[in-house]
Nanobody
Framework: QVQLVESGGGLVQAGGSLRLSCAASGRTVSSYAMGWFRQAPGKERELVAGISASGGGTYYADSVKGRFTISRDNAKNTVYLQLNRLKPEDTAAYYC?????????????????WGQGTQVTVSS
């Protein structure tokens, strides 16, 4: 069993930055891709960024390209999401997830474990 615990969310003004962390325990996650999803009220959960097991491959949703950066430290069993130039439309609950595969996948069904989420609220 894998436990994923997110931290780093909060309230920030538009244009500000946050850094989300996701610490994994229960299993070494270095063999699996990981992703950050978000879900706003009334909207479907979407993948905003993903990273391969090695860290050499990444994916970003068009809405966050150039503003968000995903990274991982396999020695610490942790994945990060740096959020820069935040916009009110980035307001959502952010979830990290562990994929079933080494390469980045987009569909939520391809992720086996999920964290409890951390709230990001961007004020205008």
């Amino acid at each position: 069993q894998v436990q994923l615990v997110e931290s780093g969310g909060g309230l920030v003004q538009a244009g500000g930055s946050l850094r989300l962390s996701c610490a994994a325990s229960g299993r070494t996650v270095s063999s699996y891709a990981m992703g950050w999803f978000r879900q706003a009220p009334g909207k479907e959960r979407e993948l905003v960024a993903g990273i391969s097991a090695s860290g050499g491959g990444t994916y970003y949703a068009d809405s966050v390209k150039g503003r968000f950066t995903i990274s991982r430290d396999n020695a610490k069993n942790t994945v990060y999401l740096q959020l820069n130039r935040l916009k009110p439309e980035d307001t959502a609950a952010y979830y990290c997830a562990l994929a079933r595969y080494r390469t980045v996948v987009v569909a939520s069904r391809d992720y086996a474990y999920w964290g409890q989420g951390t709230q990001v609220t961007v004020s205008s």
